[in-house]
Structure formats: C-alpha cells, structure tokens
C-alpha cells in the first residue's frame, strides 16, 4: 500500500497517525482488496519490535461504550473496512460482538480479542486489544482479561460519569496494577457535562488523573476535542471522522463553538505542566527552565514514564459513536501505554509437588528477583541474575523477562470452543517463544502437550501463523490445560505464574428438563461451558438428583440456559433461585470426642481433643478454614492427624445449621488417643464428625447471607417509588445522586430480597429505569429470618 504524504501541515488528512514534521494517512479510495490485504498481512506481522507493541484491554461500567470505541479503532486502524453499530438497524452488530446473543441483547458476554496496527510518527505500533464485557455478571471476563493484559483503557461515560461497574473495574485494574488511560465517551449525548464527569473521577476513584483535552462544543454540538499540551484544536470529519483536521487559529475554534474559553485552556494547561512537574523531579527542572509554548519530547516522555510507573493517569475525550476523538486515543495509547518490555511480571517456583499457581499475584511491582533464565536446562545468553526473593507461601519469586530468546513461559487465560476452530486455549507468553508443532509442558500435569495450530484472533475469526513470541497473545489448538494453567519450555523447576482472581458464586438455581432424551447432550454443553467459565459450576443434588446451576448473577445463568436452547436446542427451566448463605462459627470452644466400636471382631477406637474458634472478627476478609496441629510429642501417629484433618475439611462443607458452607473456623488439634489395635483412619474420621456435630452449638454459629451493592438509574420523578422498593426489599440507601433529572440510587440489599427486581423496577419507572448490583459481603441474617428460612426448608424437604 502507498501511504499518501500529505503535506500541508495544518490541512485535513486522512489520519492514521501523526508523524513527525509530516502526517501520513490512507485515502478512503485506498481501502481497496490489495491494501485490506497488505493491512492483514502486516497486522499479523507482530513482535518485530516488541517495544512497539501494546496489549490493551477495553474496559467500563455497562453500555459505556467499550464496542463501539473498539469498532471505531478497528476501522480507523483499517483493520475493518465499515463501521457497524451496537444493535444497529443494518443488523449486522459490532465486530466484537460475534455471538448471536451479544447482537441481539446489545450486550457483550465473552471478552473478544482483535489485534490492529497504528502508525505515529512514523512507526508501526501493533496492538492486541480485549473488549470485555460491562455487566457484573460476567466480570470474570474483564478478571481474566485483566491479570494478562499490560495497560488498558477504562471507558467513562460522560453523561452518568462514575457508576458502580466503573468503580469495580477501577478496582481491578489496581488488584494488578494496571497503568491505564481513561477515555470519556458519549459527550455528544444530551446532558453530557465534563466538569461533572471530571468531579466524579476524582471524587470517587482516587486516582490522580492528567487531563489532556478539553471538548469543542458539547452534546449535539460537539465537534472536536483541543489538546491542551500542542494548543491544537481538532475536528473529525469526512466519512466517519476520518478525516482530521488540525486547527491553530483561536477564531476558527469560537465560530465553531462561542463558548470556548481559552482562558480555561490556559489555566488547565498550567495545571497539567504543574501537576507533572510535581510528580516528576526531571520534567520540574525542564519545567522551570523552559518556554512551554515550544513543546518538546520532555513533557510526552514523563506522562509515559508517569503513566507506566502508575503515578499518573491521562484522560482523554471523545464520542465513539459520533467518531470524534478516537484517533487521538490511539496516539496516546501508542504513545504513554507500555510496552510488554517495559512491565515487570513474575514467576514463582514452589519446592515439590505440583505447585498451587496462585501466588501474590503479578503486576508492576519492583521487587528483586531472580531471572527465569536462572532456571532453564538450556544456556541461555540473558539471565539477567537478580538476587530472589519468597511469596508469603514459601515460593521463590522469578522475573520473567521479554526476551524471545530464553525458554517459553506462557500462560492460559481463556479457554472457548466453537464449531469452526474446536478448542481454542488463549495464551499471553511472557517469556521466549512458541512455535507450531512444539511440545510444550502443561506445569500443573507435568506432561507434555503439542501446540497444534497458533492463531491471531479478530474477534471470532482466526488466522493461523507459525510461532509466536515474548509479549504476544495468541490462541492455540490442542491444549489440555485449565484456566490458570502455565505453560513452559525447557524449564526443569515447578514455575507457576500467579492464577486468576476467580470470585465466588452467590446464587444457585435448580434445573429441569423438558426432555429426558437431552440429558447426554446437555452433559456435553455443560462441560464445555464450565471449562470456559470457571465462575460457572454445575452440581447435582445427591438427594434429589437435581442439577444445579451456580453462578454470579441471574443474567449469567439466564444467557446459559439461551445458549443452550440455540446451540444444542436443548430447553430447560430455571427453577427458584436459591442463596448460597454461609455458616461462621462466633466463639472459641474446647472440646473432645472419644468413637468407640469394640464389641466382637476388629474394633474401631479414636479420641480427639480440640478448640475450634473462629479466625477473624471479619469474617469477610478471613480465610475459610484452617487446621492447625498442637499436638506435642509423638502420641498420635502422623496418618491420623492426617485423617482427622481431612475428615475436619469435609465436615465444614455443609454447617449444622442451615446446611451450608462453614467459614473462617480453626481447629486446632491439641491431643489424641489411640488404640493400639482397634485405632485405624476411619475412626479417626467418624470421631472429627461427632466431635464437631456434638459441639456444633457450642461454637454459637451463625448464619451469613450475601449482600448485593446495587445502583438504580432513573428518571428523578420515579425516585421516591424507587426508595419505596428497596425499602420493600429490606434495602439500606447508601447515596443518592442527582444528575440532571436522572437519579443514581446506591443500596445494599440482601441478594434473597432481589430476584425478579428488573421487573418491578420496570413497572415503577414506565420501562426506563434500571439497575445494576454487584456482590459486596456476607451479613448475618436476622434470629427471625434464620427461623422462618428453615420452617421453609423443612417443609420444602417434607414435600
Ligand atoms: N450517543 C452516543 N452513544 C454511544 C456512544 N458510544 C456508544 N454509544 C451507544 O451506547 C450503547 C452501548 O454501547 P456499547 O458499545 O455496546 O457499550 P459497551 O460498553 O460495549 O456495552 P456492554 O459491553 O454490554 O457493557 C449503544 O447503543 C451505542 O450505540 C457515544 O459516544 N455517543
């Protein structure tokens, strides 16, 4: 493809980047068959420079605007030729919403990974990009997405600015350190407002922010975006926006927009040059001794390196849908988001056995460490010998390092399968190379497994190439691990990176079947959903032999029941949802139990003698159980401490009070006797169940009930019926916010009080108003509502 020079410097172009003295850009007439072509070939031209590549994800509270930004980058990155809207009225949907589903409900369910090239300054940047989805229930999708990716862009809309997926996603994205850019989307809508956007940011998510733009016009009339730092307006115009042009004349902006202030412009221009110069000492000292009118690589060099050091973050402004801004944010992205060279991610290696892979987690942390390059057989030329260091669970704590040449560590994150590519594992390697055909070792089964196919993902299309290096994100056929697993090459220690974070299910529902003929298809789907959704758990019923679903909402199990109605044409019903309630112990107790069998024959004989008390008064931070062994001298052989701690393990599965999960309890194993003859592992056994069901109310239990964090969004006039209903559903108000006419209702509810609420919600607000909640803790529930939850079970059980 020839790249068009255009060369007048202040003139439109058609934008893919902007060079330096000169900018470059494809003409429209240039999207033909052969440059479509060039452009595919060179985007799976990746890690030629892997200072040049960037993996980011796309992430926000719900309908924010993820895929429609990610749609505009794809096309502006000439990765896509035409722009399809969200839902829009040519059916066809957003690139990255390739399931039905995702098209018909406008919402994203699977995060989508895409890759795309962008030029500045006269570079090739490649970007590997993850859409994920808004919606609470599928946060999995953004965890996963998250814990492999090296920067991201979290979407903020600019009309209903912060909302509560914001906030948890926020919060993601610090659990792994993520450096990150914000983009606020949707200032073309009505009642978008900038200064009310900016307040809550920084407000409510604690981040010390960097404005770089300020809009030119606002709501309908936004036309552009200025750069505070060149003093350059920009408008987005011709087809789609992509022509870009470049205004330095102060009457032009005001006939365009006569409420532009450049006095505003100037004093936030100060504001950023000071805000920098007080977090980075090099950029003060340029600062004070430099004309800022003539800028200079000196202020793009510290907002990168602030930027990537995560002291600072850049916003940026825009419309995805009215396809303003977007070339700007894909500047900034190549131009302050890291690279996967310049990101610190870590391996442990744990001593025997199959390492847990769950170590204290990655991210950009400076610790020293050791090279892995320490521990592979093969000589390697980089292995960048730090001094170690130790996880708080013993393991030794490794640098990886981007280097191709070293031997391969990679990682699985995503596991999806469809009819077209079979099983698709997606791995981010942090270290050395893969290539097709290579056997590669799964480190938690240590065997080794062939890397049959390697694909470059576009959304729900493939495109195979032959290896794959430091940095990259690829999918590939024919691995057998789960989520979580790391993959190596000639490396002999027990290496595990650090695993997801995978939240617990809170809600259940009973399933049946409308065909009894299904149930061998649906013991298939159900396979493969619970190995791509390691948030979604299906169990049966030993009693009634009923399935069970287990999730993190109800959306999440209702799109499961969709899928499997159209993609095995298998119909089943959701029954009654039920709470996954938790048990806790609230005092100390000390007791013993002696289990006594010797009448005739082999005899059974086991005392244990034990406190059980509860670990921490918080019960939502605290571990779910621990056993501990007092015992002094050898009078209880090893293999019945052994016993009676697994035996202990199993009894704290289901509570005596309600029948369910019991957490944060210690016991601690003080003493034993045996028998010398009758005394085996099973007695040991059956005397931990009697000892801990005998004392169980000695231990005064409680029961524990999730509470959802939920926000309500909706017209002002509908606020008081909405305060009605979480009153209703024994809800406690945390805020309200007003904005614009519409009100932000933030409650705790009990998750039992909030089934079927998108209906009533519905009803009470003429069809406009919604609700989002998300899982917050565990509450003890009341003396009355514990009794009359288990009148309810015993008559349940006695139909
Ligand atoms: N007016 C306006 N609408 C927008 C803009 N960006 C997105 N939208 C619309 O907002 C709705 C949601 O957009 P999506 O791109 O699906 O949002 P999302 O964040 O990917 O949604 P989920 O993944 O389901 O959470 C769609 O109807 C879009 O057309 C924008 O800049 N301006």
Known sequence: MVLKKISTFKKTTQWRGIQCGVRWGIQPNDYTEKNLLFLKTCSYNFSSNVLHLRNIGISAHIDAGKTTLTERILYYTGKIKSIHEVRGSDGVGATMDSMELEKEKGITIQSAATNCKWNLNNIDYNINIIDTPGHVDFTIEVERSLRVLDSAVLVICGVSGVQSQTLTVNRQMNRYSIPRLLFINKLDRDGANIERTLHSINKQLNLNTLLLQVPIGIEQKLKGVYDLITNEGYLFKGKNGIVVEIITDKKQILNIDSSFSFDMVELLRNRLFEKLADIDDDFAEFYINNDMNSITSNVYDSIRKCTIENKIIPICLGSAKSNIGVQLLLNNVCKFLPSPKEVSNYGYIYSGGSGSGSGSGSGSSSSSSSSIGDYASSSSNDSGSGS???????????????????????????????????????????????????????MLTNKKEQVKKIMKMHANMAQEINEACAGDIIAINGLSGRTGTTYTTNIHTNLHLSNIFIPKPVISVAVEISKKNDVSKLTKALNKYTKEDPTFYVQTNEQTKEIIFQGIGELQLYIYKERLKREYNIDINLKNPKINFKETITK??????????????????????????????????????????????????????????????????????????????????????????????????????????????????????????????????????????????????????????????????????????????????????TYTMEFAKYEQVSKSDLDELIKKKQETEAR
């Open 388 to 442: 170690s260091s130790t996880s708080q669970n013993g393991a030794k704590k490794v640098q990886l390092q981007c280097n191709s040449s070293l031997p391969m560590v990679g990682f699985l994150f995503k596991i999806q399968e469809d009819a077209m590519h079979g099983q698709m594992s997606y791995l981010r390697i942090y270290q050395g190379k893969i290539r097709k055909k290579e056997m590669i070792t799964n």
């Open 588 to 769: 100390p107790y000390e007791c013993s139990y002696t289990y006594k069998k010797q009448k005739g024959g082999a005899g059974l004989y086991a005392h244990v003698h034990a406190i059980f008390e509860p670990i921490s008064e918080n019960y939502n931070d605290s571990t779910h159980c621990l056993f501990v062994n007092e015992v002094v001298g050898n009078d209880l052989p090893r293999n019945f401490i052994l016993s009676i701690e697994k035996s202990f393990k199993e009894q704290i599965e289901k509570g005596y009070l309600y029948e369910s999960e019991i957490i944060n309890v210690r016991m601690r194993l003080i003493s034993g006797k045996i028998h010398e003859v009758d005394s085996n592992d099973l007695a040991f056994k059956k005397a931990t169940i009697h000892l801990i069901k005998e004392n169980y109310n000695n231990f005064c239990p409680i029961l524990l009930e999730p509470i959802m964090l939920v926000e309500t969004v909706s017209n002002y006039e509908h606020q008081s019926n909405i305060l009605t209903s979480i009153t209703k559903r024994k809800g406690l108000v945390t805020n309200i916010i007003n904005s614009m006419n519409t009100i932000y209702i933030h409650a705790e509810i009990p998750l039992k009080h909030m089934f079927n609420y998108i209906n009533e919600i519905r009803a009470i607000t003429q069809g406009q108003g």
